[in-house]
């Protein structure tokens, strides 16, 4: 079902976040404005006016409120008051913001091929390269226009490498990636195309948006498509085209941003069916 549609959204959106709360996250790139609902709500609860419009591609929100965009070239917080803060200066484009646990944010650099990361405690701009090394490859150590990201609490990185076909993982301290998905990988159980964000759920299977307009999702059994499995590109309710960040909540329901259709997307766990006093899913966003 069309959870938000463009009137709210905007065009072409793609930043969506839900915290621990159930309260979602979306920005209108057209008009700067970050909407949220809380508790369950079908509108709006909440709305923040920003100065900020096409270049943010990513959001995230932090336990305690704080709401962090990649804003071009830099990383802006804003609270609830709409106090706006930078904290970091980029050199060039950022598309995915992540907080870890640990209070440290990692930002992906798609032009320049790499992540990297720097403590919020930290007063300085100075950020610490953590996947790729700027140079675009193919190889173990190198990224080619990295796109989602995502952060366990092992501190081990998850990288939609777009341009490769694949998703990397990088552990704490390793500068050699992994590939846990698409053709590349060591037991390949499916191939990607263009991936564009990846997220874990809370038993820390990986779910995936890639340019097939489809979602890809694992379990115990390895990787299948779980939504728009015919990859045309398309606006009905079993359709997306273009399709962008990707959270559950905490019942386990999907949303997605389908950008091309201007609206997010909402496909509810087959045991909710959305209508129903609901009970707490396996699929625990793990932050």
């Keep these: 079902m069309t959870f938000a549609d463009n009137f709210i959204v905007g065009t072409n959106p793609y930043g969506l976040f839900i915290d621990t709360n159930n309260s979602i996250y979306s920005m209108n790139r057209d008009n700067g404005k970050i909407f ?12 923040l006016s920003t100065p900020f419009s096409s270049n943010v591609f990513s959001m995230f929100v932090t336990t305690n409120g704080l709401i962090y965009l990649g804003d071009g070239k830099s990383i802006k917080q804003i609270t609830k008051s709409n106090q706006i803060i930078e904290i970091s200066s980029i050199s060039d484009y950022i598309l995915s913001v992540f907080i870890a646990i ?23 701009s100075t950020t610490t390269t953590v996947a ?3 140079t675009q490859g193919s190889s173990s150590k190198l990224l080619n226009g990295p796109f989602g990201i995502f952060v366990d609490t092992n501190f081990d990185l998850y990288v939609a490498d777009c341009g490769n076909n694949r998703i990397q993982l990088f552990r704490l301290g390793e500068t050699n990636g992994t590939t846990v998905a698409g053709s590349t990988s060591a037991n390949p159980t499916i191939s990607l195309s263009a991936p564009r964000y990846a997220i874990l759920d809370g038993n820390k299977y990986l779910f995936i948006t890639d340019l097939n307009n489809r979602i890809i999702g694992s379990d115990e059994n390895g990787f299948r498509c779980i939504v728009a499995c015919s990859m045309s590109s398309g606006a009905t309710s079993n359709q997306l085209s ?3 960040s990707i959270a559950f909540d905490c019942f386990g329901n999907l949303f997605v941003v389908d950008r091309n259709n201007h609206r997010i997307q909402k496909f509810c766990l087959s045991t909710n069916f959305c209508n129903r006093e609901r009970k707490k899913q396996r699929f625990d966003i793990f932050i």
């Design 132 to 134: 790729g090394n700027g």
């Design 242 to 244: 273009g399709p962008q």
């Design 36 to 47: 949220i609902w809380m508790n369950n709500s079908n509108d709006p609860t909440f709305t």
């Design 102 to 124: 640990n209070n440290i944010f990692y930002c992906s650099i798609n032009g320049l091929h790499k992540v990297v990361k720097k403590s919020l405690d930290d007063i300085s």
